[in-house]
C-alpha cells in the first residue's frame, strides 16, 4: 500500500521540479538587457590589477601565490561565481539578437562558466577546511585565468556578431 503512494509522490515531484524549472527558463528568456546586467557584481574586487586589459586579452598577470591577495579572497571569488550565468545569459542574449553566432562559441562559454563555478566552489572549501592555502590559491588562479578567458571571448562575441550591443556590452563590464 505505500509503495504506490511513494511512487504517486515521487512522480509529482518530478512534475513540480520540470514545471518550476520551465517557468524560470521562459522568465530568463524574457528578461531584458537592463534586467541582466543588473545582476552582474561590480569589478571592484581587483580584476584590473591582475589582468591588463581583461576585456580584450586572455591571461592573467598574477602568480597562485599572490591571486589570493590581488583578487580581495574569497569576494573576488564569489563576484566570479555570481557573473558566470548573468554572462551566459548575456552572451544568449547576443547570439539571439547577433547574425551568425557560432555554436562552438557559446559552448565554450558555457563550459568556461561552470568551470569557474566549479574552481571558485573548490578554493573556497580548500581555503576553509585546509591547513594551508595553496590548493585554495591554485583553484583561485585557474578560475580567475578561465574568467579573463571568458570575458575575452564574449568581447569576441559582441565585436563580431552584435555589434549594435557591443557599446552596451562596454558600459556594462
Not at 500500500?1 to 521540479?17: K, N, T
Not at 524574457?30 to 543588473?38: A, C, D
Not at 539571439?96 to 558555457?110: A, Y
Request: one cysteine or more.
Amino acid at each position: 500500500m505505500s509503495l504506490p503512494l511513494i511512487q504517486a509522490a515521487s512522480v509529482a515531484l518530478i512534475l513540480v521540479y520540470i514545471v518550476r524549472w520551465r517557468i524560470n527558463a521562459a522568465r530568463k528568456r524574457r528578461q531584458t538587457w537592463e534586467e541582466m546586467v543588473g545582476k552582474l557584481r561590480a569589478n571592484d574586487w581587483g580584476l584590473d590589477e591582475v589582468s591588463e586589459r581583461y576585456l580584450y586579452r586572455e591571461g592573467i598577470t598574477a602568480t597562485p601565490s599572490n591571486i589570493w591577495q590581488k583578487i580581495d579572497g574569497a569576494r573576488g571569488l564569489w563576484s566570479m561565481y555570481k557573473n558566470a550565468p548573468v554572462l551566459i545569459q548575456i552572451a544568449d542574449y547576443a547570439a539571439e539578437h547577433g547574425e551568425n553566432v557560432s555554436l562552438e562559441l557559446t559552448e565554450s562559454l558555457r563550459s568556461d562558466a561552470f568551470q569557474i563555478r566549479i574552481c571558485v566552489l573548490m578554493s573556497l572549501a580548500k581555503y576553509a577546511f585546509a591547513k594551508t592555502s595553496v590548493g585554495a590559491s591554485v583553484d583561485a588562479h585557474r578560475a580567475t585565468a578561465l574568467y579573463t578567458g571568458m570575458l575575452s571571448r564574449m568581447t569576441q562575441l559582441f565585436q563580431e556578431h552584435s555589434a549594435l550591443l557591443f557599446p552596451r556590452y562596454l558600459d556594462a563590464m
